[in-house]
Structures are given as C-alpha cells and as structure tokens.
C-alpha cells in the first residue's frame, strides 16, 4: 500500500459547501492520482501530479480542484459540493512514471445530502 | 479516449473452479495492470501486463497487444479470489504519467 493514508475516511456534506481531502503518502514517490469510483464506471481519473506544484487535469475534472505543497500531500478540493459528487475517492502514487504498479489508498466514501 | 471494456460484468463461481476474466481495449497501449479490489475496498495490483504472460501462484494473465485484448486467469478458485477485479490502461500516446483508464471491472464472488 505505499503508506498512503486518506482523511477524512468517512464524510457526509451537504449540498454547496466546500470539502476538503487529503492524501498522504511516505515513500516520496513523484507521482500523484485522484479516482473516483462510481458504480458501472469503474475508477476514473479526476487529477494527477507529476511533482510538486505540479498538477494536470484527469477525465473528470469539472468541479474539482487539487493542490500539492509537499511530495507528501495531494490535497482535493470539492468548491462547492453536489450531489453528483457523491462517491468513494481513492488516492494512488506511483514513483516514476514507467513504473509497473500504481498503489492505492484506502478510500474516502463522501456522501452529499 | 481509450476505452476498456471488461467481461462478464459477473461471475459466480464454486470454489474450486477456473475462470477466465476478459479485458478488451480500443487502442494500442504502453501500459496494462490488473487489480483486485477486495470486499473491503482496498485494490491491489495483480499483474503488470502490456504484453506477453505471467503467472504468480494461481493467476496467470495473458495480454496480446496485436488483437488488443487481456486475459486474466483464476484457477481452483478460492473464496478469497471474491471481490472486483479491474482492467486498467494507459494508451501508448500520452502527455505524462502513468494515467490509468479502467474498466468496469468483473464482479467475482467465490462460493464455498
């Protein structure tokens, strides 16, 4: 698992309120993703970094931000929630970008009434 | 985009059984992984796969880059093989960074 670690684990928002969350990774490896897992759609990319301050946009971007200060933290912001944003949200790393494996985070499931 | 088609979108098997889980995808690519995502949620890479075969313990996968297709094999399945088994890809143009299109994934369930 790559030590990634994912706050909040759990979150239940209402509609048009800002989120916040966060991904936290201990191997210091360069490359950062944002999915979100939804069902009959798999897991689909929302952000990457290649570095810090370092930061592109995945297949489903709209509606979300992200921001990286650290190799450490990738953090994804939710501007003003919606109920089409509810789902699980994992995060993954990768060291470089031949590698043969992505890992995974735990996942945070958020729910906006 | 790439697009990456899995099938059967379920499977129910007996412990014991073998099964073979297709991944169909639309364009050449530089990059394929297999995962396994467990009742609990947690996915972990299986195979990393862009061509060719490999085997570890019961799972063996087999990717032919020609005809664009993946195979994942589960032999004497167990009821620990139960859970989501997805297709992931990274088309072999690409601007940066190892970004993965999935599929829907293969719903597995192992019963004893």
């Known amino acids: 698992d790559a030590g990634i670690t994912q706050s909040p684990r759990h979150k239940v928002t209402e509609t048009g309120t800002p989120v916040t969350l966060r991904c936290h990774q201990t191997e210091n490896h360069r490359y950062m993703y944002w999915y979100r897992q939804d069902p009959g759609h798999g897991l689909r990319l929302i952000h990457y970094?290649?570095?810090?301050?370092?930061?592109d946009k995945g297949e489903v971007s709209d509606g979300y931000s992200v921001s990286r200060s650290k190799t450490e933290d990738f953090l994804l912001t939710l501007e003003s929630a919606t109920s089409s944003q509810t789902s699980v949200y994992f995060c993954a790393t990768t060291p470089y970008i031949q590698a043969e494996t992505q890992y995974f985070g735990p996942g945070t499931r958020l729910l906006v009434l | 985009g790439i697009q990456v088609e899995q099938s059967p979108p379920d499977l129910i098997l007996q412990e014991g059984a073998n099964s073979t889980l297709r991944c169909n995808f639309s364009?050449?690519?530089?990059?394929l992984q297999w995962f396994h995502q467990n009742p609990w949620g947690q996915l972990i890479n299986l195979f990393y796969?862009?061509?060719g075969t490999k085997q570890n313990g019961r799972l063996s996968a087999t990717t032919v880059a020609t005809e664009r297709y993946s195979l994942l094999y589960i032999s004497s399945s167990q009821t620990t093989d139960s859970g989501v088994y997805f297709c992931a890809v990274e088309g072999r143009i690409k601007a940066a960074g190892n970004k993965l299109t999935f599929g829907g994934g293969t719903r597995v369930l192992v019963k004893p």
């Open positions: 796969i862009p061509s």
């Open positions: 364009d050449s690519v530089n990059n």
């Open positions: 970094s290649y570095g810090v301050k370092d930061t």
